[in-house]
């Protein structure tokens, strides 16, 4: 149990262009779910925390007009990079919590980003 | 400097090895330690979580924490080929937010 699945799991854009990377809760419901990025050889980096039917929380440094998080139910959350630039090319992970005591995250297989 | 420090490694040791992975932090507000195993172009999965300062076994692996050091480990015996993976350190701030370490990239030989 505690699948999380994304799609895609490998994009490439040409720069300008909007990608959308979608993220589900395969057999559970997700109170939250996080999207974090991973550079090549670096940690992974918290982006965004949602909530279903709220308003995502970004973390210091994270441009929510470039970075658009839509969680419009308890298993899918989606993740827009708008206007995407070759910076901007990296590997894209989320997580979903079903919440309760452990609050334990479950992470989707990343999506890889190459733009162009 | 950043709040969770792990060594990049690449750390390569012969199989039946015993291995030993450290991460030091330096805020004192982390009470949950986490230890992920993360293969090649996939999620990390969570090997053990622990809360307090000591030691914690779950078969192969031991995670041991020292607070007082702001210092975590994780122990594999018997490492096994299987095991190769980047093991990440995580530390839980407030109720959700985890801070991962670099990750450090581990290979066992056969």
């Known amino acids: 149990g505690a699948v999380v699945s994304q799609h895609p799991s490998w994009v490439i854009c040409k720069s300008g262009t909007s990608v959308k990377i979608e993220c589900r809760s395969l057999?559970?419901?997700?109170?939250?779910m996080f999207w974090y990025r991973q550079f090549p050889k670096q940690s992974l980096m918290l982006m965004a925390t949602?909530?279903?039917?709220?308003?995502?929380?970004?973390e210091q440094g994270v441009e929510k007009d470039k970075f658009l998080i839509n969680h419009a139910s308890l298993t899918l959350s989606t993740l827009t990079v708008t206007s995407a630039h070759p910076e901007d090319s990296s590997f894209y992970i989320c997580?979903?919590?079903?919440?309760?005591?452990?609050?334990?995250?479950?992470f989707g297989p990343g999506t890889r980003l190459t733009v162009l | 400097q950043k709040e969770v420090e792990q060594d990049p490694g690449p750390l390569s040791v012969p199989e039946g090895a015993i291995v030993s992975l450290n991460c030091t932090y330096s805020?004192?507000?982390?009470?949950?330690f986490m230890w992920y195993r993360q293969y090649s172009r996939k999620g990390p999965e969570l090997l053990m979580y622990?809360?307090?300062?000591g030691n914690k076994e779950d078969g192969r692996f031991t995670a041991q924490v020292d607070k007082s050091s702001k210092y975590i480990s994780l122990f594999i015996r018997d490492s096994q080929p299987s095991d190769s993976a980047t093991y990440l350190c995580?530390?839980?701030?407030?109720?959700?937010?985890?801070?991962f370490g670099q990750g450090t990239r581990l290979t066992i030989n056969p």
């Open positions: 997580s979903a919590a079903p919440g309760g005591v452990d609050n334990e995250q479950f």
């Open positions: 057999d559970f419901q997700a109170t939250t």
């Open positions: 949602s909530n279903e039917g709220s308003k995502a929380t970004y």
């Open positions: 805020n004192s507000a982390f009470q949950y």
């Open positions: 622990t809360y307090s300062s």
């Open positions: 995580a530390m839980l701030e407030g109720a959700q937010k985890l801070v």
